[in-house]
């Protein structure tokens, strides 16, 4: 998940945690009759706040509330179920007159493709990722135990090169997760 | 079993592409998935507060819930029962903060050698447990991977030397771990079948 889209979540989340530790208090407090919270809670004037929700300008407020609760919430999901969305990459070169762009989900399955063909290799999985601002070229891939690190860095090590090649200069990364399968 | 261990080649995986430099890979954060069942909770909340829109359009009948609500609330009177709201509002809330601030977990060793690849300590523990179980004598090894020590623990079918196992181990282990200690727990499963 994005730096932007962790501290949203964190945010969120720790509004969320001071609303409910707050009440909590305020409702300790007053119970026990502390002051100064047992004062301002005496204060609240509840049949005002109910003949203020039964207000007709209370329809203005519930238009304002329904978009911030729609916005907030929409933008809570959207960022869980697509926490590490690629952009495409802007290659050196780029200018006023033209932007030369490559998507990395392109990138993604040539890699995949190229790695398919290892037989050592149980499982290849290739993702462009934008990890809290890092463009990333993710190659995940699974063995049997029995081959050492050694082994499977030798057969990455093709991929990797051609990667480094086309983005050699760029703000590109590459990172490879070596997955080994249970031991039977 | 294959256990050549050459590294030719592998020069491509010593440095990255990019200069700057990279996260280390972690778990969702936990504030993600809380943050995903507030999102429901506000959209949930949105669509009652549509309805009460609708009913003071005259599109819906019926009265708003929102006032409602308020009117209730502001007629309760306390009861006993309801230590359980602040109660629970603590709970929850301490919950949600300790969400909020817990940092993320790493879930990936990187390589000693090649700081572009990355293992799970789950997997060291089966590379290890694989190389361990391939020594003579050896019929099962089961290995935890801890932060400081990996322990193994071996099922012997034969005479096993704990020193061999320990080497073993700490080779399997060296490039993702190296230098780490090893502790060997050998259980003879001849004896447990006399037993």
């Not at chain 1, 964190?10 to 208090?25: D, H, K, N, P, T």
């Not at chain 2, 506000?42 to 549509?50: E, F, K, M, Y």
């Not at chain 2, 447990?129 to 079918?157: E, N």
């Not at chain 2, 771990?177 to 004896?191: L, N």
Request: some cysteine; proline content about 4%.
């Amino acid at each position: 998940m994005n730096r932007g889209a962790a501290a949203l979540h964190r945010l969120s989340i720790g509004l969320f945690a001071l609303i409910c530790l707050a009440l909590a208090a305020a409702v300790i407090l007053y119970r026990l009759s502390v002051d100064p919270v047992a004062t301002w809670v005496e204060r609240l004037d509840t049949t005002a706040v109910a003949d203020g929700i039964g207000a007709s300008w209370f329809t203005a407020v519930l238009v304002a509330l329904i978009l911030l609760a729609l916005y907030w919430g929409w933008r809570l999901i959207r960022t869980t179920i697509a926490p590490q969305k690629p952009d495409e990459l802007v290659l050196d070169g780029s200018d006023e007159q033209g932007t030369l762009t490559v998507p990395l989900k392109l990138v993604a399955r040539a890699v995949r493709e190229q790695l398919a063909t290892q037989t050592i290799l149980d499982h290849v999985q290739v993702q462009a990722i934008d990890d809290r601002g890092s463009k990333i070229v993710r190659i995940t891939v699974q063995a049997h135990p029995e081959r050492s690190y050694d082994e499977l860095v030798d057969v990455l090590a093709p991929a990797v090169t051609d990667l480094k090649t086309a983005f050699d200069g760029s703000d590109v990364h590459v990172q490879t997760f070596i997955h080994l399968n249970p031991l039977h | 079993m294959t256990t050549t261990d050459s590294s030719e080649g592998s020069a491509a995986l010593r440095e990255d592409i990019g200069g700057s430099t990279v996260a280390r890979p972690t778990a969702f954060p936990g504030a993600a998935v809380a943050g995903a069942l507030l999102g429901l909770v506000l959209l949930a909340a949105a669509g009652v507060l549509i309805r009460d829109l609708l009913v003071r359009a005259g599109a819906v009948s019926g009265d708003t819930w929102t006032h409602r609500a308020a009117e209730q609330l502001s007629s309760q009177t306390w009861a006993d029962w309801m230590w359980v709201i602040p109660a629970a509002c603590a709970v929850v809330g301490l919950a949600a903060l300790w969400l909020a601030l817990k940092p993320r977990r790493p879930t990936h060793r990187r390589l000693a050698d090649y700081p572009v690849a990355w293992t799970r300590p789950v997997d060291l523990a089966r590379r290890i447990s694989a190389a361990v179980s391939d020594l003579p004598g050896v019929r099962d090894a089961v290995t935890v991977v801890g932060r400081r020590k990996i322990t193994v623990q071996v099922t012997a079918a034969g005479t096993v030397r704990r020193s061999d196992v320990a080497q073993c181990a700490a080779q399997a282990a060296a490039p993702v771990a190296p230098g780490t200690a090893v502790k060997v727990r050998i259980r003879d499963s001849r004896k447990e079948a006399r037993a």
